[in-house]
């Protein structure tokens, strides 16, 4: 419908007049009838994911597994594990576009990607084959082979070879003057004029005072 000779409005100038449209749309090349705005052509109508323009105005869509949210611009996506919208049959982990079902342990996921079902284990020592891979003790765990040293030793970062334990430069050695490493073990000793204390671990120079004091 035309206001004189706008479609719209009809604003009057001293002599002369012009035309306007509605918000959301705009004035067609004649200066007189009106046109529906695309705000979706202006980067996408600041809608992060989809833009869908209608007569006058616009509004923001979101992909499968998000949700619009309360800006009416940005997507969140939707837990499904929080929200339940999940049938998992005992766990439930989120992921950033839908989610997946774990089981328990003991138990794998069917078929449908759901349902949990119990794994029949035949009980295998791990240390039967090889010694588990370690090169001195080896004790079986849920995990597999857990391996071990005899005193003087230490795993090695494999965790299975056994290496010697230099206690000299790890300090487990007694505090003595001297240190002496060896495999599997270390002796300690005093320099000349001392001797090992018997009450601490350490060098004691009694010994030497004492034979001073008879000399003098």
């Known amino acids: 419908m035309y206001h004189g000779v706008c479609q719209d409005q009809c604003c009057n100038t001293i002599g ?42 616009f ?7 998000y ?15 929080a ?11 989120n992921t ?14 069917g078929a449908d990607g759901k349902q949990c079902s119990r794994i029949e284990l035949e009980i295998v ?8 891979g370690c090169s001195c003790h080896c004790e079986h765990a849920v995990g597999g082979p857990c391996c071990s040293c005899n005193h003087g030793h230490r795993l090695d970062s494999d965790e299975k070879t056994c290496i010697d334990l230099d206690e000299c430069e ?5 505090w003595a003057q001297l240190c002496i490493n060896y495999l599997g073990g270390s002796e300690c000793s005093c320099q000349e004029g001392f001797r090992i204390s018997s009450v601490a671990c350490g060098c004691d120079d009694s010994y030497l005072r004492t034979r001073l004091h008879v000399e003098l």
Do not use: M, W
């Open 16 to 57: 002369s007049y012009y035309c306007k449209c509605q918000a959301g749309q705009k004035l067609e090349e004649d200066g007189r009838g009106c046109e529906d705005v695309d705000e979706c052509t202006v980067v996408s109508g600041g809608c992060q994911q989809r833009c869908i323009n209608t007569l006058g105005t």
């Open 59 to 65: 509004h923001c869509a979101c992909d499968t597994e």
């Open 67 to 81: 949700s619009l949210h309360a800006d009416e611009r940005t997507c969140i996506n939707v837990n499904e594990c």
């Open 83 to 93: 929200e339940g919208l999940a049938s998992c049959r005992h766990r439930c982990v």
């Open 96 to 109: 950033v576009e839908s989610f997946t079902c774990a089981c328990h342990p003991g138990f794998e996921l």
């Open 125 to 132: 020592n791990s240390c039967e084959k090889n010694n588990g």
């Open 170 to 174: 790890s300090g487990e050695a007694c």
